[in-house]
């Protein structure tokens, strides 16, 4: 079958077109809505500004493939293979990707709110400025992913792995993110206010200039994080690992910080307005200059904590 043999029988009311192989076809902006392409191969086909509304591509090939522009909102792509197609500016709204290999693929600006995404392989994407608010994303993979600027507000991605992902000024406001995995990931100027990030690892990424006020890091990671301006306010730290982490100016006021470890971490300039540090661990830790109004500091171990007046104990 070709491209104008599909064309002529859509046409005339066909709409089953399982398993076909359309691979190289030319199908600029046709109108294939409703469209039955389980399990199609369409390798490297140009489906740039094409209607798939409410499409059946269930376990469709569609590597390579130029959906620049494309509207698959509403379409079903169960165990897709995407491997680096261009999505560009598609519409994916509310489409079920579940399982799906999106592997390099291209999403910039691609809208994918309401999105299922649930187990997918997005490792590599650009999702630069995409839309995926409320997605869900539990357990998919986005390691190494470029995320800048997007929109993730109320997404949900338990257990995901964004592992060394670039989310730069990223929206992730009220995100659902238990136990996702950050490891080294770049969070700076990202908005995670009110986001759940209980029991995340979040060791040794960047969420400097951050918003993290009312966010919940109860049991997170954050060791060696770079935390530096980040705003911390009534998140809640308790028995959360910031051995070693960078808080210079962070503000940590009302956090609450039952059991948090601060071993060996900078704390230069931090503000601690109206908290309470008695079962805080800050064994080497250095709070020169930090703001300490209201604190609580009754029974602390101080061995080795550089004082904000500058006085170190031992």
Same mark, same amino acid.
């Given at each position: ?6 064309l002529r029988r859509y046409a ?127 357990? !998919? ?33 009220? !995100? ?23 029991? !995340? ?13 009312? !966010? ?79 604190v609580k500091m009754n029974n ?15």
């Amino acid at each position: 079958m070709d491209a104008q043999d599909l064309l002529r029988r859509y046409a005339v009311g066909e709409r089953d077109f399982h398993t076909a192989d359309l691979r190289g076809a030319q199908l600029r902006e046709v109108d294939l809505s409703g469209v039955v392409l389980k399990k199609a191969i369409l390798c490297e086909v140009d489906l740039s500004g094409a209607n798939l509304v409410g499409a059946d591509l269930n376990g469709v090939v569609l590597q390579q493939a130029n959906l620049n522009g494309t509207h698959l909102n509403e379409s079903h792509l169960v165990g897709a293979d995407l491997y680096k197609a261009n999505l560009t500016n598609a519409d994916l709204n509310g489409v079920i990707l579940w399982r799906a290999t999106l592997e390099k693929a291209i999403l910039s600006q691609a809208n994918l709110s309401r999105a299922n995404l649930d187990d997918a392989n997005l490792i590599g994407a650009n999702l630069s400025q995409a839309n995926l608010k409320g997605a869900k994303l539990s357990k !998919a993979n986005l390691s190494q992913t470029k995320l800048t600027e997007a929109n993730l507000c109320r997404a949900t991605l338990i257990e995901a792995k964004l592992i060394l992902a670039d989310l730069r000024g990223a929206n992730l406001g009220l !995100a659902n993110l238990t136990k996702a995995n950050f490891a080294e990931a770049d969070l700076s100027r990202v908005n995670l206010e009110g986001a759940n990030l209980s029991g !995340a690892n979040l060791s040794r990424v960047n969420l400097s200039g951050a918003n993290l006020t009312g !966010a919940n890091l109860h049991r997170a990671n954050l060791i060696e994080a770079k935390l530096i301006l980040t705003g911390l306010r009534g998140a809640n730290l308790e028995r959360a690992e910031l051995i070693k982490a960078n808080l210079t100016e962070a503000d940590l006021s009302w956090a609450r910080l039952d059991g948090v470890n601060f071993s060996g971490a900078y704390l230069r300039r931090a503000i601690f307005t109206d908290t309470n540090l008695d079962s805080a661990i800050l064994r080497g830790a250095d709070l020169a200059e930090a703001k300490l109004d209201q604190v609580k500091m009754n029974n602390l171990d101080l061995n080795w904590v550089t004082m904000p007046n500058g006085a170190v104990y031992f």
